[in-house]
């Protein structure tokens, strides 16, 4: 794979074969050793796609996914291109919730481990967890259309949280006629919970503030306590990714298309499948918006309960809610002409700058906040949009640390240690569902958060607001 450089944070996968447009992907020099030629080959691989625009773009997290590389983002024109069920992913909306406290890091140590215990209890993880909320068909579908404010409708969370959630917690296009039997009965009994794998709550403490300015405006100070969920659609919007891959590698082969990779299916954005895709991919959206919005509330009980303090006193307020897996009808600037497309981002934060519509009004005249987190053992970041994302990555940056390790080279790597003690080592209180999910999760298995959040700093589709440190965390 023949790649170029074009600046300290550019590097340039030349055009060739059938590449409509080159691949960009961002990186730098010491990171440039984890360019393995698979997510590379991804990177050219979705460049060949009918309607993409400029380049197929990588972030400095990128690595081997399903189809797109995990960390992708490519613009397809709205009218001539497509959308891809891998450009998304399994876990649709897949995203991050942070919520800051009136709380500082001293005030809570002396009841850490049972603020840990109790967010571990009442909050379900794992694989096949279930939540507390028991839907039928008539009220999933509600859920399915509303989204966060679903949720909030019925007692769970604030309406000011809805102005600080991506969309408003609620994509329009969703139609949950285009939603089959099996995903509607996975999603039934899962709203509410955290699920497994990569997926967690965490407790951590402002560490580090590097923009006054835009750290004033998300509510943020040093030394303060915070709250950050990573969760998505659950079994629901993996169900939905199934169905449509299923349906749409059918129609592949009926029309005889000629993929690079069998995973890179696709349908016309204008025709019926591809409307189809879009309206439960928006279901499944909503479900994930509903899903994190329940479980702050959850954990604002929590902290209510622990520290026996009112929702005044504690003040936990939401910062903002992004989506990591996601396709959108978006508005670009591209070759001097505004053009609709369909912006898939998969592993990819959205990072629209100051001024922006889509931003909510308190925060528009600084930017969009990116919540980007780390490994269980390093840190997370906030940062901000800026108005170079918009003409160089269609208003995306990067998502989190970006695996370095399979998960079962994390489990063989892991073999023998005690995971959670050496996290409590390092002041990190762990609680954790199953077996093998510290092992997979370890933070070697991950690149280093800090260098790839330079590299989207230093590129300008990003700048560092905060840096915040784990105090302790629940694994799904």
């Not at 990190?428 to 510290?438: K, M």
Request: with cysteine; hydrophobic share 40%; charged share 25%.
């Amino acid at each position: 794979m023949e790649l170029k450089k074009i600046d300290a944070y550019r590097w340039q996968v030349l055009k060739r074969g059938p590449m409509r447009v080159p691949g960009i992907v961002l990186t730098s020099e010491p990171m440039s050793s984890h360019l393995d030629v698979e997510p590379l080959k991804q990177v050219a691989n979705v460049a060949t796609l009918p309607g993409i625009v400029t380049a197929s773009l990588a972030m400095p997290d990128f690595h081997w996914g399903y189809g797109f590389p995990i960390g992708g983002v490519a613009a397809f024109d709205w009218d001539s291109g497509v959308v891809s069920p891998g450009g998304v992913g399994y876990d649709i909306n897949c995203g991050v919730r942070l919520a800051a406290t009136n709380l500082e890091a001293a005030d809570i140590r002396p009841r850490l481990e049972s603020l840990v215990n109790t967010l571990y209890q009442q909050i379900p993880s794992g694989i096949g967890s279930k939540g507390f909320i028991k839907l039928n068909t008539r009220e999933e579908k509600r859920v399915l259309r509303e989204g966060s404010r679903w949720a909030v409708k019925q007692g769970y969370g604030l309406e000011e949280d809805l102005h600080h959630t991506e969309d408003g917690g609620c994509l329009k296009a969703a139609d949950p006629e285009f939603v089959s039997p099996r995903a509607l009965a996975r999603g039934q009994k899962q709203l509410g919970t955290l699920g497994s794998g990569n997926h967690f709550l965490e407790i951590g403490v402002v560490e580090k503030i590097y923009h006054p300015e835009a750290a004033e405006v998300f509510g943020l100070f040093k030394n303060q306590v915070t709250v950050m969920l990573h969760t998505g659609s659950r079994g629901f919007g993996y169900q939905v990714c199934d169905d449509f891959l299923a349906r749409m590698a059918r129609q592949a082969q009926e029309m005889n298309l000629e993929l690079p990779d069998r995973q890179l299916v696709y349908a016309p954005l204008q025709s019926d499948e591809g409307k189809r895709y879009l309206g439960a991919m928006a279901c499944a959206a909503n479900y994930a918006f509903a899903n994190r919005q329940i479980l702050l509330h959850l954990a604002r009980g929590v902290f209510e309960k622990v520290f026996r303090m009112g929702p005044r006193d504690l003040d936990m307020k939401q910062v903002y809610d992004v989506c990591h897996n996601i396709a959108k009808k978006e508005e670009h600037l591209i070759d001097g002409k505004k053009r609709l497309v369909c912006v898939h981002r998969k592993g990819a934060t959205r990072s629209f700058g100051p001024d922006h519509p889509s931003v909510c009004k308190d925060y528009r005249p600084i930017g969009q906040p990116v919540l980007v987190p780390g490994d269980m053992g390093t840190a997370s970041y906030v940062l901000v949009g800026t108005r170079k994302a918009m003409t160089e990555t269609f208003g995306s940056t990067c998502h989190g640390a970006g695996r370095v390790l399979s998960r079962k080279a994390a489990k063989k790597k892991s073999k023998g240690r005690a995971i959670n003690r050496e996290l409590e080592d390092q002041g990190i209180l762990v609680r954790w569902t199953g077996r093998a999910t510290l092992a997979e999760e370890m933070p070697e298995a991950y690149k280093d958060i800090s260098k790839v959040v330079e590299v989207v700093h230093g590129a300008g589709i990003s700048k560092k607001v905060a840096r915040l440190k784990p105090m302790a965390v629940v694994k799904g």
